[in-house]
């Protein structure tokens, strides 16, 4: 690669908003152009939903009380009965689907 000259340099200067000042030992830096922006995040429509969307799900409880004791009371009252083969059948597909995303 071969630079030539101080365009580079100066290209990247005036993008961080460095004003330099050319004197007879050389170029000095004088600090942040006053014309410099502060940076900002914009973010689109479909972000700003994602984010809501997001913050719904985690304002969720983490147990679902009304299923838990619909559950526990099924159990008390012997009406709980579970099905083997469905039971199988989900345990071996979560097993497939975990080794597809590792």
């Keep these: 690669m071969i630079i030539s000259g101080n365009n580079g340099i100066s ?25 410099q922006r502060s940076d900002q995040v914009v973010l689109s429509s479909e972000a700003q939903g994602l984010q809501q969307q997001i913050a719904a799900i985690k304002a969720l409880p983490d147990v679902r009380m009304d299923k838990v004791e619909e559950l526990s009371r099924r159990v008390e009252a012997g009406d709980y009965q579970v099905d083997a083969a469905q039971l199988a059948d989900q345990m071996i597909g979560r097993a497939l689907a975990d080794k597809l995303v590792k």
């Design 11 to 35: 290209g990247i200067n005036k993008a961080y908003g460095v004003e330099t000042v050319k004197s007879g030992k050389g170029v000095r830096e004088t600090g942040k152009s006053s014309s």
